[in-house]
């Protein structure tokens, strides 16, 4: 039976009432580097199956390997915790982050001689290395983002958290590009030019692991006594909650990987690739925003005018980023901005104003934001699937703005008052990311099927649960004892 949360607190050494703004900071700096990693793959994707001359299905082993990581690592995790007590609370987090830093540092340095080998298993290999560090990362930061501070302002933290972390996966294809295809490279696809940009994540990895290792951030070392079994399923909020990743992550890799192709469809606007590619930023940049605006929607402060203030400070600035980022140009080393008229992109700011709406309809709660926040790809999505034009367009878009504070608030919900079990609780809500690997299939097979456009409506079952979930599934009910 879990303890009580501020009974789990006290076990922890855990202060609601003090300011953990420093740790909270650095513990920041993990997400901005697991999302600029996590996205390098899609850098390292084209450039691998070049250089080794590599089918599509070969070069899709890349992420296989990736992502295969986090299911086959959590479930060891959860393993591990139900055997022999959860290791996170005997280490503490500090120590956990240490390691899976440590972890992330090594597969990146294992890209060097995976280059001089010549061999592309060998690349897998530490892709898989290097996710397992990121997984021990997910299973540790998430959690202890969510506790450093007041319960109440959980989710504000990891939306802030996932902000930061959607930055990196902003920067990462730009700055990715430049080092293997300008910085290391004299132009020709070598494997070899892979070699010292990865010994730089590694350098970056290994140096933020001796930080947090020097800096005066908490343990929060469980005192509570280590049971064995897997107490965390007793919660029936947990299990559903693992559904609800499942459903989340599936839904927003399969629109992210067939938006592309769904804005070439005639009836949309007809993109060729390359256009539709600057589109795909708006999506992506869609969850920064939305995720950095549910920072402060969430958040504990008083006046109301003065949220709504910084939502739309915040809204607009990030909109301007994207705007300029998207009109960079580099061509045969040559620097150029292009901007593309404001009109045809000023259709974004309504998708804005309307995550705005629901931030407000929200009223700061994260299970009702959920809710809302579902409801509203679900309509998105149906005008994508029947809709035309530049309607549907942007209607795909915009639902990169409401899947933003999907994962930080179903994160939060399915943790919430598992006490002792919230690190076996989080192994297996990071395990439920395969997801990402599963509902694009489904999602492809529709658009083999039917069309690209009706391929949309998949999506939509997984948004039916998570409305399930934020007004209903995310109540805490215990089962067993």
């Not at 996205?39 to 390997?65: C, H, T």
């Not at 008229?341 to 934001?369: D, H, Q, Y």
């Not at 192994?427 to 099927?449: C, H, R």
Request: hydrophobic fraction near 50%; include cysteine; aromatic fraction near 14%.
């Amino acid at each position: 039976m879990g303890a009580p949360p501020s009974e789990h607190a006290d076990n922890l050494g855990i202060d609601p009432n003090k300011s953990y703004k420093k740790p909270f900071t650095t513990i920041t700096l993990l997400f901005f580097l697991w999302g600029f990693i996590t996205v390098m793959n899609d850098v390292l994707i084209p450039y691998l199956k070049e250089g080794f001359s590599l089918s599509y299905f070969q070069a899709g082993l890349i992420q296989f390997a990736f992502f295969g990581a986090f299911s086959i690592v959590s479930l060891i995790y959860f393993f591990v915790s139900a055997s022999r007590g959860d290791p996170i609370n005997k280490l503490g987090y500090k120590s956990s982050i240490m390691v899976g830093l440590a972890i992330c540092g090594i597969g990146c340095c294992m890209f060097y001689p995976a280059a001089q080998t010549k061999m592309y298993i060998f690349f897998l290999g530490a892709l898989f290395v290097l996710a397992t560090g990121v997984t021990i990362l997910q299973i540790a930061a998430n959690p202890y983002a969510a506790i450093l501070g007041k319960p109440a302002n959980a989710s504000s933290r990891l939306n802030l958290a996932q902000g930061v972390n959607s930055l990196g996966t902003t920067l990462a294809p730009i700055a990715g590009g430049l080092l293997l295809y300008k910085v290391f490279s004299d132009g020709t696809v070598t494997v070899d030019s892979v070699k010292l940009p990865y010994l730089v994540y590694g350098s970056m990895f290994l140096l933020l692991a001796l930080v947090v290792w020097k800096s005066h951030i908490p343990a929060f070392t469980s005192a509570e006594k280590i049971e064995k079994g897997a107490g965390a399923l007793r919660f029936r909020h947990l299990k559903l909650g693992m559904v609800a990743i499942f459903c989340y992550v599936g839904a927003e890799v399969a629109i992210g990987s067939y938006l592309i192709s769904f804005m070439g469809a005639e009836n949309v606007l007809g993109l060729e690739e390359s256009v539709g590619s600057l589109f795909l930023a708006y999506y992506w940049g869609g969850a920064m925003i939305g995720r950095l605006m549910g920072a402060v929607s969430l958040s504990d402060m008083a006046s109301q005018s003065k949220k709504y203030l910084y939502m739309g400070i915040i809204a607009v600035s990030v909109f301007m980023v994207i705007y300029v980022v998207t009109a960079v140009r580099l061509d045969g080393g040559n620097f150029s901005m292009d901007f593309k008229p404001f009109g045809e992109v000023a259709p974004f700011l309504l998708m804005i104003a309307l995550n705005f709406v629901a931030f407000t309809m929200g009223k700061s709660r994260a299970e009702r934001s959920l809710g809302i926040f579902s409801i509203s790809i679900i309509v998105l999505l149906l005008i994508a699937s029947f809709g035309g034009g530049h309607i549907a367009f942007w209607a795909a878009i915009g639902t990169g703005l409401f899947n933003s504070i999907m994962w930080s608030n179903i994160f939060t919900l399915a943790i919430k008052d598992l006490g002792k079990y919230t690190s076996q609780g989080s192994s297996l809500l990071v395990m439920m990311i395969v997801g990402g690997a599963l509902v694009p299939l489904v999602m492809g097979a529709a658009a083999d099927n039917l069309d690209i456009q009706k391929s949309f409506l998949i999506p939509i079952i997984c948004y039916f649960y998570l409305a399930f979930y934020g007004f209903s599934g995310y109540k805490v009910v215990k089962s067993g004892s």
